[in-house]
T-cell receptor, first 117, second 111 residues
Framework: GAGVSQSPSNKVTEKGKDVELRCDPISGHTALYWYRQRLGQGLEFLIYFQGNSAPDKSGLPSDRFSAERTGESVSTLTIQRTQQEDSAVYLC???????????????FGSGTRLTVV | RKEVEQDPGPFNVPEGATVAFNCTYSNSASQSFFWYRQDCRKEPKLLMSVYSSGNEDGRFTAQLNRASQYISLLIRDSKLSDSATYLCAVAVAGNNRKLIWGLGTSLAVNP
């Protein structure tokens, strides 16, 4: 597609429920990133996929968080047993293989606003 | 010390003013540098990459100072629409293709 697509755009869930967030990167972008941004805060790195390499999961805050990506396509971020502190905007970004070293940086999706009540 | 640091501001300036932000980075192996703009409740959008020789895009000028390990963004003739948070991002040379982000500098341009 023309841009990074994320769904749903908004999600309200009850504490303790599982949620699944979806990211569809720009076609041909081999790298995909998930970030979390709490209200008024900076970007918090969660996980990074690069092609078929093992993902960099170093930012996942707990074992309730997991993400998958098949090949160079769609990724899903799953949060199990949601807590109120999980409320945030979850942003997905993608880049071409050398994009960040060729001046192109990342392209972000518009995010999923998650509210845990 | 954080890997990428920015003055959070807020910077409050009148329309037409010139304003500059700096962003310092700690890793001397940093190779690629970016300025992003983030409007309230929106995703970050690439404003400009920062090249070694410096680069200009209209009213915006970006500079890199490798010796002192910082990048700067200069905005001339500020417009109300420039009000946003400006994020800097840095990538280290090598196979790691992950950007390291500053927390952002908030700019408010007032009429």
């Amino acid at each position: 597609g023309a841009g990074v697509s994320q769904s749903p755009s908004n999600k309200v869930t009850e504490k303790g429920k599982d949620v699944e967030l979806r990211c569809d990167p720009i076609s041909g972008h081999t790298a995909l990133y998930w970030y979390r941004q709490r209200l008024g805060q900076g970007l918090e790195f969660l996980i990074y996929f690069q092609g078929n390499s093992a993902p960099d999961k170093s930012g996942l805050p707990s074992d309730r968080f997991s993400a998958e990506r098949t090949g160079e396509s769609v990724s899903t971020l799953t949060i199990q047993r949601t807590q109120q502190e999980d409320s945030a905007v979850y942003l997905c970004a993608s880049s071409s293989g050398q994009g960040i070293h060729n001046g192109y940086g990342y392209t972000f999706g518009s995010g999923t606003r998650l509210t845990v009540v | 010390r954080k890997e990428v640091e920015q003055d959070p501001g807020p910077f409050n300036v009148p329309e037409g003013a010139t304003v500059a932000f700096n962003c310092t980075y700690s890793n001397s192996a940093s190779q690629s540098f970016f300025w992003y703009r983030q409007d309230c409740r929106k995703e970050p959008k690439l404003l400009m990459s920062v090249y070694s020789s410096g680069n200009e895009d209209g009213r915006f000028t970006a500079q890199l100072n490798r010796a002192s390990q910082y990048i700067s963004l200069l905005i001339r003739d500020s417009k109300l629409s420039d009000s946003a948070t400006y994020l800097c991002a840095v990538a280290v040379a090598g196979n790691n293709r992950k950007l390291i982000w500053g927390l952002g500098t908030s700019l408010a341009v007032n009429p």
